[in-house]
């Protein structure tokens, strides 16, 4: 008895080789009779049929493809040429001197190579990383577009610096043409005040930013502005609350360099913390403030009063000045609260203020320091809701109004000499848009500003 083995072998189809073993037996004399025995009655004609259209259809899917791959190997060839003229054009680029550069459409070439990037990326995504040939295309292309954009940085920073430079040099020239102007004058005598009036502002010189820091937009700060102080020296710096109204301390430094280093610095505490809770019934209103004679000066919290504090010992004093408007009344364009401007120059010490009587015109009053009270005042023709601010100088009345974010104009005056009022124009350059407080330095010819946060000052100059 033999055992047939026949293995039948179909065609391969997608599932791989499908075997199946038959047994047979051996049926008399040579013959082997195979007894097959096959899972369907019939041969699977029909299954074969399907599978020959599979393999036919695959065939063809495999021809498509490298028909596909070969097209865009001739589309790579094409990119390949454009990124090799794109890289010449490119060295030639980097082989000119900046200043050539700026002739250089870079926005042409930004667009060219962006749509070979799009290109190689579609390619990319089809053929998924294995096509070493768009890789590297792929690779080149990112590095091309990534020196354009270096040498477009590299071009626009030296255009760029170049304006900054040529700016910087006009306006040194400016400075120097007024320095040159300003030393031309004769200088009027410090505390003398038989001249012909102002002549020039300096330019803005920035100090530093107050010490509480940029959120304490509106305050004053100056140095002592006594003709006679006992501390020349002395300087003051006074932020108001964020809220643009109240004033808890001021902070003194003994001299310029402690200022400048913020440091030997004395905090002098106005309003007071009693169980939890503020107390600012000696606390300041507004930015009006001035050091005189090392008491500072300033408009008392929530009333009409002046208030006085010695910077010494902190003696307290203060005094209702009739008829003023208080609480935010008429105070000046765009500065909230400052409804009492304290001010000094040769003449004494001075407040700016303004009644319901005078319908918000200004009113100077002469401050009498030993009686703590105006002891003489002058109503002006100037409204003061329509100044920016004002202050003081040999007894005549300066306002200014903003022009544009930039420039302040001194626009009006009043001499309390003659009882009268004129308009003026003399230009300011600000550092900041908003001038909460300015006042003027006697002993030194010089305005202090406090300007969004920003410490300011300026140098005057008078005609002889
Ligand atoms: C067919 O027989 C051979 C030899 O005995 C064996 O190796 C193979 O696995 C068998 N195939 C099937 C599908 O039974
Ligand atoms: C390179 O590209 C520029 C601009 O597209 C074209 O004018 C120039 O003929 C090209 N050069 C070559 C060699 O293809
Ligand atoms: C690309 O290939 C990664 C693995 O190499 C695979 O995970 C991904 O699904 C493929 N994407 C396409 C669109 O074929
Ligand atoms: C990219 O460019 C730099 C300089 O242009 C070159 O040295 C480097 O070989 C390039 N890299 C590729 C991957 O092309
Ligand atoms: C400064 O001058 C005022 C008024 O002239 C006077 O009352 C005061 O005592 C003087 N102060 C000093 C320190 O001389
Ligand atoms: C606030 O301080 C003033 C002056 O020191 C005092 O007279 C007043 O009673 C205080 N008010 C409160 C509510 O504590």
Request: hydrophobic fraction near 35%; charge should be positive; charged fraction near 25%.
């Amino acid at each position: 008895m033999y055992l047939c083995l026949l293995t039948l072998v179909l065609l391969h189809n997608a599932a791989g080789f499908v075997a199946q073993n038959f047994t047979g037996k051996l049926n008399g004399g040579d013959h082997c009779v195979c007894e097959v025995l096959l899972p369907d009655s019939s041969f699977p004609a029909m299954r074969v049929g399907t599978l020959e259209d599979e393999t036919q259809r695959l065939t063809n899917r495999v021809e498509d493809e490298m028909q596909k791959l070969e097209e865009q190997d001739i589309r790579l060839d094409a990119y390949m040429e454009k990124l090799i003229n794109l890289t010449k054009r490119l060295e030639r680029l980097e082989k000119l001197r900046p200043e050539g550069l700026i002739e250089i459409n870079f926005d042409v070439l930004k667009k060219e190579i962006k749509e070979m990037e799009m290109v190689i990326s579609q390619l990319r995504g089809r053929v998924n990383g294995s096509n070493a040939h768009v890789e590297s295309l792929y690779k080149e292309v990112k590095n091309i577009s990534k020196s354009v954009g270096q040498l477009e940085t590299l071009d626009k920073n030296n255009v760029l610096k170049a304006q900054r430079d040529m700016e910087v040099l006009k306006k040194r020239l400016v400075d120097c043409e007024k320095t040159i102007k300003m030393k031309a004058q004769p200088m009027v005598p410090l505390g003398f005040c038989q001249h012909h009036g102002l002549s020039l502002i300096s330019k803005p010189n920035l100090l530093q930013l107050n010490w509480k820091g940029a959120a304490f937009k509106s305050g004053a700060w100056g140095k002592d502005a006594a003709w006679n102080a006992t501390k020349k020296s002395l300087y003051w710096v006074a932020p108001l609350n964020p809220d643009g109204r109240i004033l808890e301390s001021i902070r003194i430094y003994p001299s310029f360099n402690d200022i400048l280093l913020y440091k030997n610095s004395i905090d002098l505490p106005l309003s007071v913390l009693i169980n939890n809770r503020w107390n600012h019934t000696l606390g300041g209103q507004g930015a009006g403030v001035i050091v005189y004679n090392n008491n500072l000066y300033y408009n008392c919290y929530n009333s009409r009063d002046m208030c006085r504090t010695n910077l010494n010992n902190g003696v307290y004093q203060r005094k209702t000045l009739p008829n003023a408007v208080f609480n935010n009344r008429y105070s000046y364009s765009g500065v909230s609260y400052q409804d009492m401007d304290f001010a000094s120059d040769e003449k004494g010490l001075w407040v700016i203020y303004s009644t319901e009587a005078s319908a918000g015109k200004i009113v100077v009053g002469k401050v009498n320091v030993a009686t703590l009270t105006v002891e003489k005042s002058w109503t002006t023709t100037q409204k003061k809701t329509e100044v920016t601010n004002a202050f003081m100088m040999c007894g005549v009345l300066y306002a200014t109004r903003s022009v544009n974010k930039k420039t302040e104009e001194i626009f009006y005056m009043f001499d309390t000499k003659t009882g009268k009022g004129e308009q003026i124009s003399f230009m300011m350059e600000k550092m900041s848009e908003k001038v909460q407080s300015l006042s003027y330095n006697a002993n030194e010819h010089k305005l202090y500003m406090y300007s969004d946060a920003y410490l300011v000052h300026y140098d005057v100059i008078f005609k002889p």
